[in-house]
Each structure stands twice: as C-alpha cells, then as structure tokens.
C-alpha cells in the first residue's frame, strides 16, 4: 500500500528532492524518450500505409484518396477528440505563452492520428509539426504527474518539442535550436541543458528503433565563389515561395470557411483537389521526401519548366490540404518546396550562364530547402542546423548562413510575423519571457488594487474631510452614496488646495459639490495592459476599481511598478 | 469584496432551473453570478496545474437569440444586476478560454454528456475533473429549483471535510441561515471526532454556529440520510481517506450524491476555506 501511494506523488521521491535542476533532467530524459518514441510510431505509421496504398496509385480513382484521408482525419479530431483542425504548434506557443505550458492529455496522440489519416492517404503535409505537439503535450503532462512549477513545465514541454523533431529528422542539434528559438523563445541555461538531454534521447530512441540514417545522404560539393555568390538570388526565390505559400495557407482557409459546409466535407474537398493534382504530379503527394532524395542525388532529370510547375504545385497542394482542414505541418513540405525551389533556381542559372561551370544541383536543392524553413518559421539557427543534420554535410554551412538569413530578413520585412505566430501575434497572445507584454499578462488587476483607501460621503463637510486626510496617506479619496453604498466619484487632494488656506469655506463646501464624477473606472476583469493604456492616455496617476457601482480599491503607477520589478526579476531570473 | 459565482447557462428549461439555483446561492452567499453563454461548444479551463476541456451537449447552443434575453430576464427578476463572461483569450478559433479566478461554478450534475444524465447517482466525468482541480467549490445543483434553508455539512475528519465544515461556517455567517453538522460513526467514536475538532482549534466556531452535530449511528449510511433535511444545502469534501482519494471521490461522497436530491457543494483537494 504503501510503495502504491508512493508511485502516487513521484514528486516526493527522495532522488528527485535533492536538486530542481537533476530533477528536471530525469524527466527531460522521459519525456525526450517518450516523444522520440511518438515520433517513431507515426513515422512507422506512415510507411505502413504508403505500403497499403502504393499498389492502388495507377487506378484513376485514386485521386479520392486524399479525400477520403483528410475527411477521415477531420472528423476524428471534430467528432472523437474534439480538437481544431491545424499542426497544433500556435497551440503549444499560445500555451507556453500565456498558461505556462498547459496542456490537454489528448494533444498528446490526436495530431498523431491524424495527421497519419491526412498524410498517409497522400495529403501534402509533414509529420513533424503533429509530433511537436505530441511532445509537448506529454512533456506538459509529465510535468503535471510530476506537480512541476510552471517554469518547469515550459522546459518540459520544450523537452517533448525536442526529443520530437530530434527523432523524426535524427537530428539532435536541429530538435534542441527548433525548442528554443521557436517554442520557448528564451536561450537560458536552466532551459537549454534539460532540452539537450531530450533531444539525446529522443534520437537514441529513434535510432535504436529505426537505425541510425541520415535522412538524405547527398555526396561532396565543391562549392565555388560564384556559387556563394548565386545564393543570394536564390535567397530571394526561396522568400517568395515562402511568402506565397504563407499567403496561400491563409487565403485557403479563408475562403474555405466561407462554404457553409461541415468541416470534413471542406478537408475531403481539398483533399480530392489535391488527388487530382497528384493525378499529372505525383511529386506533390504525402510527405514528398523520395523528391528531396533524388534531386540531392542528382537524379531529378526534369526541365526547367516542369520543376517549375511542380514548385508551384506543391505550394497549392500543401496549401489546399493544410487550409482546407487536413491535419498535418509544414516542415516537411516546405523542405520539398525549398528543393524544388533550389533545382528551378539551379536549372535557371545554367540556363542563362551555361558557360559557367555551378556546383551540382543537389547543393542548391539543400540551401533551397534551408530558405524555405528559415523563410516560413523565420528562425534562421533551425534551418541551418536541420539541413546540416539531415543531409549530414558540413561543406555547404557558409552558402546555408546566408540563404538562411536573406530569407529570413526578406519575409520578415514583408510578414513580420512568421507563419506559426501570425494568429499569436495578431491577437497579442505572443509573450516572450522577460518582455512588457509578458510581464503585465502575468499580473491581473486584483492582485494590484490597494484597498487602505477611506471613503467618504457625498454629504460631508470639507472639514470633516480634511480631518480623513490628515490620517490618510493616500491622495485619493472615493465618494460613495451614504444610503446605497455606490461608487459616485472620486475626490483627489488637488481638488481641494484652493479652499485649503480659506476656513470659511470649512462648512459651506460638501464633497458632492467639488467631487470628480466623471472618472474612469476599471473592472476586475480588465487586462493590465488596456489600465495602463488607459492610464497613459488620461495622464493619470491612479484609478479606482468598481464592480456592481461598489468601489474595490484604487490602481496606482507606484504599486503596479513594484509588482511589475517582482515579476520581471522572476521571469528573467536563472533560477527553476 | 467582490466574490464571484460562475454559471455556465443553458438556454432551456433545466438551465432555467439551474440558473435559478445559481441566482438563490448567490444571494444567500452575497456572491456575483457570472453568466457565460457559450458559442461554441467546447471550452477551457486552465488550471493552476491542469487544464480541462469541458465539451458542452448541445443543449447549450440552442436557441442562441433568447439566451442573452432570458438569462437576464431571470436575473432582474431576482434583483440581481447581470454580468456576462465574455471569453478574451482563445487557444484555437472555436476554444474559447474561461478563466478560473471565481469564488464558485455552479454546474449540473453533467455537462458534457447528454441531458438525460442528471438523475442521482451519475456526476459528468468533467464535473470531476474541475472538482479536483479548482481552488472554488462546485455547486451541483438539484435537478428542480429548490430553495435550501439550512446548511447541512457532512464532517468525517480528513483535510476535505475540515475545508467543508469551514465553508459550512462562512455560509451560515454570511447567510445566518441554520447549520447542522453530520457525522457517520463507523469505527470511531464520537469523542474521537470532538478531539479532531479540538486538534484544529474550532472549538469556538462549532459551538457559535452549529446547531446540532449529528452523529449517524445507524449500520448504511442511507438509512442515515434520511435524517438530513430535504430542504438543506449539503455542504462536504469530495475525496475521503481511502488509498484512491486522489483518483477517485470519497465512497461517502458518491453514496451521497446518488442518495439525496439537494443542492451539493463540493469541496475539492486545491480549495483552502477561510472562514
């Protein structure tokens, strides 16, 4: 009984009292462990069904696939687990920003089936935005077994984001830079060292389960001036196609919540859209890697033109699966794109300079691919560091800095949020650590109003008044109703100084004659940063807060910078 | 003070029963009832260490152009000035958050599942969940509008019941309505629980406030319900002493409730009672 009331509160096994900072190691260690784990079945998943499936691709019908997949897949998350449609990462932002990384049990395997229905029937979307939520979700769960603080949440939830792109790409470095500069958006120790140690387990899981395989193996690059050169133009390629595929995603989903339609009737109509595509472009099909795969090769003998129509055909198909309700993420298709991308590019260049002699076109596929995820998620580290990893080829790092950050400055000029945070950023849900709109999400107007305010009536003298102020410390004072108790106004000190030096005017001037009546009020409920909006537009010092007409307390600068010194010590603090 | 009661409302006839119980807690209690007419139907609720998605029936989407109407309609018909929850924060399009900082949630017996399930003997699986995660109690109202007047709180020593007898006191002081405490004497003796009373230091509280203190000596505590008045709140902890306390409601807890029809409020383990 009682090793079972032990296994209850692991929280107070003796191992895990001894240091925060081990604690959160070991479970880093679980949690990189179960969502590398995660990663590996939907993975396997999806091979599993491209074995199904493959021997049904020559029939024409089989443009109904993806129909039938993204249907499928909508009404599992509508009807079954009752979650949105999407990848889920803005849901893991928006938690990590405002709930300290809450969240629900069932994010932990939804997007897993899910997106295995859309992809694996041959919708055009990634498995790798579905695990990052995975992860997450079991990394805020296990913090919840654990009865972590909500910092410790935030790192695990990072852990499960990292021990998840590290085991389906096999790429350690890429999962723990993904965490960080995308998820959690802070580069503090306390955070990097239990999202490395995931990342570790999470490929040793996907290794020991999958063997250990660079995804797409490529051979040397001998890498010239005039290629370096080159890559800005092609900086610039990748910056467009990410901004039209951005645009793309966004118009889809407009236009596709304007049928009046039940939500897996829109997904299978995408879904069948993408199908027919596939019919003439089986390249644009499910995750697309044996694409990237030949064209690193060197293989893709395509034309100009048609590379070119497949680049904007896969940017339609990702768009129609992805915006029309099929469950699945972008990573995976933007490294598609970006290779398409980099192959037009490379097969342009040769078309135009044919006498000079460029680096094999394989090496501009990768930097394409680079742009693309750098250009989409503006986080330049993380698609540095996964087309490194992935492709296992150190030789293209100098063209890959500077791919990567071209397109990232370009699509941040012209989106200045990327595609993950734009819904965050429009509704001010994105709150970085240690930043003002952070710091004020985090206090509420009740923990700040001051309460040692005396109220006084409508009906008193200014005698009897100023005998209040001479015990209070405060300058305002509230005006309430004497019979109903009502909030009627308010009275500040200064209202008062021109009858101050004048003791006849001491019992002819009642404080509803002199009281301010028309103040502006605050709610309880109010957002901290509408107050100080409020109070800054109004040059006030301090406002009173009224709820049901009855006065609560009084708001001040002085108070609320104090609260908001102690919560940015707190956030920005090295400590766990 | 400006205590709260959350209600999610129900545009339909049971909802308008709740609602009125909700309005009647609320003015015994002097607490503001804020009414959340959902949009959709599934919400959050973020707690301080668990987040819990509440799937509404559909029977809280009908109607939606009287909603607003006949939600305040019943609210000035009470003297009660109304207040509406408008969610600002949305973790998805259609998921909208509810913000937990209330003082009590006022619910049905179920608010996910089907309408039908709100006999006796079932509490919604969501319902749980936001007892054992809220730091308010939950009220489960009866299934017809029932004034309650008199407190009746269930007392069994551990940490929950001592929550609920304090709750028990803060009511009684703040309604003056008529306290009575119930205790099962199953192993124990009385002067068992007298001491616990003592080791805690409410002493004072118990004989200010406490009418009678009933102690159940009969074999089931069924055949001792029948002692508790019908037209009672019954105030008591949800989770007991036994090796599951946290998993699952205390055996007391669940007899309870599948016994008697009156107006519950539960205290959960994250609910620390001021009297």
Sequence with gaps: MRIFQSWRFPANWTIFRLDDRLLLILVAIIVGSCSGLASVVLNRSLMLMFDWFHHLRHYWWIFVLPAIGAALSSLFLEKIVKEGAGHGVPEVIYS??????????????????????????????GPEAPVVISGAAIGSNIAKYFSLNDRQRVTLVGCGAAGAISSIFNAPIAGMVFAIEVIIGEWKSVNIVPIAIASVAGTEISRILQGNQIPFSHRLFNISHMDILACVGLAVLTAVASILLTRLLRSMDKIAKKLPAPLWIRAAIGGCAVGLIGLFLPEVLGKGYHVVQTTIEGAFSQGLVIVGVATIAKIVATALTLGWGGSGGIFAPCLVIGCLAGLTYHHGLALLWPSVTWVNQGCFALLGMAGLISGMLQAPLTGIFLIVEITGGYEVILPLIIVSAITTSLCHYIEPAAYYMKELVDYGHLLRPGTDARVLSDLNVSELVEKDCIAVTQNMLLRDFINIVKKSHRNYFPVENEETGHFMGIIHLDDIRQYLFNPVMYDTVFLGQIMNTKVEVIDPDDDLADVIRKMDANRLFSMPVVVNNRFIGLISKGHLLDQYRRELMVQTSQSI | MNHQLLHIFRNSSLGRETLLQSIYFSKQTKVSPVIYIPKSNKFLMYFENDVVQIDLDNSYLMFPDTALEHATELLEQAGVEPRFLDPKHYTASTLPDIHTN??????????????????????????????????????????VYKKWESIAVFFGGSVNAFNALKLGFRICRISGMPLDVFTLLENKSQES????????????????????WHFLKNRTLEENLYDVPHNALVVLGAYGHHLLKDIVFGSKMEKIQSTISNNLLIVGPNYTAAI
């Design chain 2, 102 to 143: 209330f003082d009590y949630m006022s619910c049905p017996r179920s608010i996910v599942d089907l309408s039908s399930k709100i006999g006796l003997g079932y509490i919604g699986p969501r319902v749980r969940r936001i007892v054992k995660s809220a730091q308010f109690p939950v009220l489960i109202t009866s299934p």
């Design chain 1, 96 to 125: 990590v920003s405002r709930y300290g990384g809450l969240l629900r049990f069932r994010s932990s395997f939804s997007r897993l089936i899910s997106s295995a229905l859309t992809i694996g029937s041959g919708g055009s979307a």
């Design chain 2, 193 to 212: 629980y007298e001491k616990l009373i003592k080791e805690e230091n409410l002493e004072t509280e118990m004989s200010h406030y406490v009418n009678n």
